[in-house]
């Protein structure tokens, strides 16, 4: 764990001392106790989606993307992490979640892009991009 957290710090682009810096934070964030001391191929999947969330997280970026990765934590974890999430937003950071799980974007996001096939369908607040999909579901292709 501890190595990978080092490497994927480097890999996002922190210097070495840095990621080293936050590695009580990237442990401490993740709750893998010592878990975090051992080789990641003995990790559950959710163990390695804690220890990536938690070293982006403490990252600081200015944007960052994150890609259903909070539908594999334990209901606990989500929350911290929404927490975390929303605390970068509050701080002005931008944070671009891509997820099928209509309730966690409604208590992260306030704008929307839905993309449907690889294309976009629709965008802007989040209310209206949700009721122009709930209508899609309902009355497909426009039918009535």
């Known amino acids: 764990g501890r190595d990978n957290a080092i490497l994927s710090g480097l890999m996002i682009g922190l210097r070495q001392r840095d990621i ?3 590695l009580p934070a990237i442990k401490e964030f993740s ?3 010592d878990f975090f001391e051992q080789p ?3 990790y559950s999947s959710g163990m390695v989606m804690r220890l990536g969330f938690s070293v982006a997280i403490q990252a600081e970026p200015d944007v960052l993307l994150i890609d259903e990765v909070l539908a594999v934590g ?3 974890f989500q929350e911290k992490s929404g927490a975390a999430l929303r605390e970068r937003m509050r701080q002005g950071h931008t944070v671009v979640l891509v997820s099928h799980d209509e309730t966690q974007v409604s208590a992260l996001c306030d704008r929307l892009l839905w993309i ?3 294309r976009s369908v629709r965008e802007g607040p989040r209310d209206e991009v949700f009721a122009a999909y709930h209508e899609e579901l309902v009355h497909p292709d426009g039918a009535t």
Do not use: F, P, Q
Request: aromatic share 0%.
């Open 74 to 76: 334990d209901a606990e």
């Open 20 to 22: 080293v810096a936050r």
């Open 31 to 33: 709750e893998l106790g």
């Open 116 to 118: 449907e096939h690889g």
């Open 40 to 42: 990641i191929a003995s």
